[in-house]
């Protein structure tokens, strides 16, 4: 009979084996100023995010734990379920607001959707992994059907911000695995030439917002409201901001969603241009570290991974950042680590917990 011993040390060892301290600590500052800002902005949801944040760090920690070998396995089950959960819902979802994006599963309701913003990476970058040796322009085409696939269904749900982020996981993919500046070029003038199409595919609400963008004064009081409101909120911070809880346009309800996807209005105007510089360091330190995985990775599959993982963060604060500043039209892209909710923090988290995974096994050789 064994002898079972507790032995709070080797316990700990073992908790935290996975996890790089650096870029925990760099998320760590990130949360804390996170949670600050929304206590200002929506004190009552805080209990909510401190349990949404409780599950994205149980994520972390596991996906920290699945080495990069067996992620490349779950590559394709993942893409494939993915994408037939996607056409599941265009077939059978949930209709809210005029948007396909809901499975009812019976016990729970699932957006499919945010799957591939992890699935889409894992698959491509196994997909070049496999072709290493010769990359040939068929290849190249597989890859972007394997991109636009996705992408197309979700954008149909319709769902333009979540079909951004998926596009972009996948671009930054194919962009790191070697395309040609000269096929980059030929692709940005083909999406430029095709742009008076794609305004016809739009809704109507979609083109109401890039109308909107160009001119929020047109309706001040309606559609263009969202946009005044929030850049008059970042504006008026100026240098030190107007102080924590203190935000006029916070707290006389002008900002919308300012616990989610406007809540860069709230800390730009209570905290100033020296908050939001402050927000930029720590994402670029994120970034920064997310990068230097990238760049110790032993495989081809781990580099391109964690690349696009990293790329994704910077993404999701340039197109946040940008639509609360009206230079993007608004997409409904919550702001990293910061916006309230629980689908995206465990999202993100999971990425987070990919790049501690390849950080911890950079030194092994993978087949």
Request: net charge positive; no cysteine.
């Amino acid at each position: 009979m064994t002898e079972f011993a507790f032995r709070p040390r080797e316990w700990w060892q073992k908790l935290v084996a996975p996890i790089d301290p650096a870029l925990l600590a760099m998320l760590a500052l990130l949360i804390v100023y996170a949670l600050l800002v929304l206590t200002s902005a929506s004190p009552e949801r805080l209990g909510n995010q401190a349990i949404n944040l409780a599950a994205a760090l149980v994520a972390m920690r596991l996906a920290a734990q699945v080495p990069p070998q067996r992620l490349m396995h779950l590559a394709v089950p993942l893409y494939v379920a993915g994408v037939l959960l996607l056409v599941a819902v265009a077939l059978f979802g949930d209709v809210t607001k005029g948007a396909r994006r809901w499975l009812n599963l019976g016990f729970m309701r699932a957006q499919p959707s945010e799957l591939m913003k992890i699935a889409m990476p894992l698959m491509l970058a196994w997909y070049f992994q496999k072709h290493e040796a010769m990359l040939r322009l068929r290849d190249w085409a597989v890859a972007v059907l394997i991109l636009l696939l996705p992408v197309a269904l979700i954008a149909r749900q319709p769902d333009l911000g979540t079909a951004v982020l998926v596009f972009a996981a996948g671009f930054f993919v194919i962009f790191l695995a070697g395309l040609s500046w000269k096929v980059l070029a030929a692709m940005l003038v083909a999406g430029l030439a095709s742009l008076p199409l794609a305004w016809t595919l739009l809704h109507d609400y979609q083109r109401q917002r890039i109308l909107t963008l160009l001119d929020p004064e047109a309706d001040p009081l309606g559609k263009g409201f969202h946009i005044i409101q929030s850049t008059i909120a970042v504006g008026s911070g100026g240098l030190l901001g107007k102080g924590w809880g203190n935000g006029t346009q916070t707290h006389l309800e002008f900002i919308p969603e300012r616990h989610t996807d406007f809540i860069f209005a709230v800390l730009s105007e209570e905290f100033g241009l020296l908050g939001a510089s402050f927000l930029l360091l720590l994402y670029a330190l994120v970034i920064g570290r997310g990068l230097m995985i990238a760049g110790n990775a032993p495989t081809l599959f781990s580099r391109l991974l964690a690349g696009s993982i990293t790329l994704i963060f910077f993404t999701y604060a340039f197109v946040n950042m940008g639509m609360v500043s009206g230079i993007l039209p608004v997409v409904g892209v919550p702001l990293p680590f910061v916006s309230y909710g629980g689908t995206a923090l465990v999202t993100l988290f999971l990425g987070v917990g990919i790049l501690m995974s390849i950080h911890r096994n950079r030194m092994l050789v993978q087949k």
